[in-house]
């Protein structure tokens, strides 16, 4: 069984930056990911952290929508994921969850690949 936990979410203004953090407990996982979810979407890939994940190489893949404003980050010496977020925009605005996987069947942003999920921590960007 893995548990995670999410922290880090906050109100921020347009424009400004956020840092989120993701720790696990249990058993290894080899990939992990950021999800977020605002009212009426479904959950959406944002960014994920590949490692030793067939058939995928080991490196993060961002959604077109956060690519050169997102990174991704892990050190698994903390057993600690981390998204930070600059250049935030309203848009941004959502739940953000954490998610793990030792399997890729459907991609490393397709929320069915993840069996294990944080409880989510809120992201609100004003304009």
């Known amino acids: 069984q893995v548990e995670l936990a999410e922290y880090g979410g906050d109100s921020v203004q347009g424009g400004g930056s956020l840092g989120l953090s993701c720790t696990t407990s249990?058993?290894?996982?080899?990939?992990m990911a950021w999800f977020r979810q605002s009212p009426g979407n479904g959950r959406e890939g944002v960014a994920a952290i590949v490692k030793d994940t067939r058939p995928y190489e080991n490196k993060p893949y961002y959604a077109d929508s956060v690519k050169g404003r997102f990174t991704i980050s892990r050190d698994d010496s903390k057993n600690t994921m981390y998204l930070q977020m600059n250049d935030l925009r309203p848009e941004d605005t959502a739940m953000y969850y954490c998610?793990?996987?030792?399997?890729?069947?459907?991609?490393?942003?397709?929320?069915?690949?993840?069996?294990?999920w944080g409880q989510g921590t809120q992201v609100t960007v004003s304009s």
């Open positions: 249990g058993n290894r996982v080899n990939t």
């Open positions: 998610a793990a996987t030792n399997y890729l069947i459907w991609g490393p942003l397709d929320r069915r690949s993840y069996e294990y």
